[in-house]
């Protein structure tokens, strides 16, 4: 083989995020994880990971359904990128706190908000920060 100097050029990403990669990481955000956390949950590297990020093209068939499970969406909403369903579904807190506020949600409004000034308040207490409304 010979050398030649376009051997040590590093491929560069592209500057705009492919759609199935940006929604990747729409969703994986959305359940507040890590790149190196949802690796370790599906049982693959965090390169890999990034890589699916910067991709176009959806991850490996055989790692759709742990992926769907530990993102908490379904398989085909992994694969649609432009669906109205990706994220739709997802607007805040995921797990048991997603439950308790669904519960809060089926309250009338008044007791809503009395409930949130409450979650706020003890959030600015454990995060030492003041809310800004």
């Known amino acids: 083989m010979v050398y030649s100097p376009d051997m040590t ?3 560069r990403r592209p500057k705009a995020r492919p759609a199935q990669g940006g929604h990747l990481l729409a969703l994986r955000k959305a359940a507040s994880l890590t790149q190196t ?3 370790d949950a599906i049982g693959v590297p965090q390169t890999t990971i990034a890589t699916w990020e910067w ?3 959806p991850p490996r068939s055989d790692v759709l359904p742990a992926l769907a499970k530990v993102l ?3 398989v085909d909403e992994l694969l649609a990128p432009t669906g109205k369903k990706s994220l739709a579904h997802r607007p805040g807190p995921v797990g048991e706190v997603q439950k308790a ?3 809060v949600r089926k309250l009338p409004r008044n007791q809503q908000k009395k409930i949130l ?3 706020f ?3 600015d207490r454990y995060k030492g920060e003041r809310r800004v409304s």
């Open 9 to 11: 050029k590093r491929q």
């Open 117 to 119: 000034e409450t979650v």
């Open 37 to 39: 956390e949802l690796a």
């Open 121 to 123: 308040a003890l959030v």
């Open 101 to 103: 506020f669904e519960e």
């Open 72 to 74: 908490e969406v379904k």
């Open 55 to 57: 991709s176009d093209s």
